[in-house]
């Protein structure tokens, strides 16, 4: 079972499982008339049709419909991916982001409870490498792994946390060591299916439009974040190994998810152009710098700072240490950070070249 599954992670946990010979319930907050374009893109519509993969209406945010859902289905593994999952939007939005980051943890953690379904069911919390927040700042710290002290700087991160805490404890109560369950703090994921309100995706989409003519600038804000990128279909591996642990609950653990790399929002602006065929031209510096190309010959302005796109308590630098995940899931990135920003460039190619001949 799977909630959140119609997101990037939810998708490529799917086509995963499904490739492995499990039975997938996806969690759906509405039903509709056809796969969400995710489900599409991984051409998963004939486990539909076979029935190796159900969507279901639900949403963790209602405990009697998680509750009904349990109960039909008694899964054996179940991947809590459902999220408001933007650091940005849960500033203007942070009851939302409680409600469905932590309040539906609880409802999650509830309904497996209330059906005795403690012995049957293993499951994945995902965390955030944004619970860490301020911590390498504050504590000079260059990577984070499973012992580094969380220090979170947004409502999402807040939320993530508090729903991270609440799973340690279900997984080691002193009432009982009674549910087997790992928490995943995975460092930024990226993807060709992710949101393009996330900044790598809004980078790609924004350059490879501009080559066709369709946008004539991209507009971002710090510059010089730095982020352990990797690539989103590579860590929804690292899901399943968490659940492939074996003993009492109390001998499971929770994995840091990385690639152990960090880059900049500048380095991605950089390799993205480089994927096009350009090389950028930086002028400025903060808030002033502005990003140049040669377009048939002539020096366009095609990046610029807004200083509307900081965010309130900005986390600077986030780099993970995934030595453990290497060392007892046997689990490592495949994907490096140039082979990712090629694959995403090259899928909004195609999107931008399709949007022209629209």
Request: glycine content about 6%; proline content about 3%; some cysteine.
């Amino acid at each position: 079972m799977i909630s959140g599954i119609t997101g990037q992670d939810g998708s490529y946990l799917a086509e995963l499982l499904l490739k492995k010979g499990y039975e997938v319930i996806g969690l759906m907050r509405r039903v509709s008339t056809e796969p969400p374009y995710r489900l599409r893109y991984l051409k998963l519509q004939p486990f539909i049709d076979e029935g190796k993969l159900v969507l279901e209406c639900a949403d963790v945010t209602d405990v009697n419909s998680i509750i009904r859902v349990l109960k039909k289905h008694e899964p054996v593994e179940f991947y809590n991916l459902a999220a408001q999952s933007h650091v940005g939007i849960a500033f203007d939005q942070p009851y939302e982001t409680t409600s469905v980051n932590y309040l539906g943890v609880i409802n999650i953690l509830t309904a497996i409870k209330a059906l005795d379904m403690t012995n049957h069911i293993r499951l994945y919390q995902a965390s955030t490498s944004e619970m860490f927040g301020g911590t390498a700042r504050r504590m000079g710290l260059q990577k984070q792994n499973e012992l580094t002290p969380f220090w979170p700087l947004s409502p999402y991160g807040i939320a993530k946390l508090a729903a991270h805490h609440l799973v340690v404890m279900a997984r080691t109560t002193e009432h009982g060591h009674w549910l087997r369950a790992a928490c995943g703090i995975l460092f930024n994921h990226e993807s060709e299916l992710r949101g393009e309100n996330f900044v790598t995706r809004k980078i790609t989409r924004a350059l490879t439009r501009i080559k066709h003519g369709l946008q004539k600038k991209l507009e971002l804000g710090n510059l010089d974040a730095l982020r352990d990128w990797g690539y989103a279909k590579d860590y929804v591996e690292a899901m399943w190994l968490m659940l492939q642990q074996q003993g009492a609950a109390e001998k499971w653990q929770d994995f840091v998810v990385a690639t152990n790399e960090m880059h900049s929002v500048r380095d991605f602006v950089n390799a993205s152009a480089r994927e096009i065929g350009w090389e950028m031209e930086w002028e400025g510096e903060g808030r002033q710098e502005k990003g140049y190309v040669q377009i048939d010959g002539e020096r366009k302005l095609i990046v610029e700072v807004n200083p509307e796109f900081y965010r309130e308590n900005d986390v600077h630098l986030l780099r993970g240490d995934a030595s453990k995940a290497r060392e007892l899931l046997q689990w490592k990135p495949k994907t490096n950070f140039d082979q990712l920003v090629s694959l995403m460039v090259a899928h909004d190619l195609r999107l931008a070249e399709a949007e022209k001949n629209w």
